[in-house]
């Protein structure tokens, strides 16, 4: 993600209702306009009075030491970078349930085949990841430095970006992402994304 700041909300790829019926039009607009959007404006705020750091990207400012901030200021930029990461990589990699993505293909699938021994075995394991993790976070399936899928556990706005990785798809099992459609079902919500989820061609 090669943008700098001052960051921008990045408009959604797809209309806000191309995702009905797995996610609502209400939910994308509060997600996209509202949540998302906070990140942004917070993580501009706090980047506002550190010059130096105007040149960074958002990977940049992930793995930077910022040792040198008040703790206040660094947990900020973490946080607030971390949303405004794991948000532009979200809603990038929906599609339209009509659209012809959201099964592996090609070496993706082949390697989830490698590594999990089957795509209803990765699709068990990342279903249990999303379901069990505590609280609020994403889900991520990362390709490591070895070349082995891996599935992750992410709290909060924790990115893949410390693990020299990036999430290939990643849910967002924050309450604000399913709330209004699925109230406390996450298992729900987590069934239907599949359906919107891309996977990338590796
Ligand atoms: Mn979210």
Same mark, same amino acid.
């Given at each position: 993600m090669a943008y700098t700041y001052p960051f921008v909300l990045p408009p959604l790829p797809y209309p806000y209702e191309a995702l009905n019926p797995y996610i609502d039009t209400e939910t994308m607009h509060y997600h996209h306009d #509202?949540?998302?959007k906070t *990140?942004? $404006?917070k993580l501009n705020a706090v980047l506002e009075k550190y010059p130096t750091l105007h040149n960074m990207t958002l990977t940049q400012l992930l793995s930077a030491n910022l040792e040198n901030l008040p703790a206040e200021d660094r947990t900020a930029i973490m946080n607030n970078a971390g949303g405004v990461y794991n948000h532009a990589l979200f809603f990038e990699g929906l599609a339209p349930a009509s659209e012809n993505k959201h099964m592996p293909v090609g070496k993706l699938a082949t390697m989830i085949d490698r590594d999990f021994g089957s795509f209803e075995n990765f699709k068990d394991a990342f279903n249990r990841t999303a379901l069990n993790l505590f609280g609020s976070g994403w889900a991520c399936l990362a390709l490591n430095e070895n070349g082995r899928l891996e599935i992750h556990p992410l709290k909060n706005q924790e990115t893949a970006v410390p693990l020299n990785s990036e999430c290939l798809i990643q849910f967002d099992v924050w309450e604000h992402a399913y *709330? =209004? #459609?699925y109230k406390n079902d996450r298992k729900n919500y987590i $069934?239907? =994304?599949?359906n919107v989820i891309?996977?990338?061609? =590796?």
């Open positions: #509202k949540h998302f *990140y942004i $404006d *709330y =209004l #459609k $069934d239907n =994304l599949w891309v996977f990338p061609e =590796l």
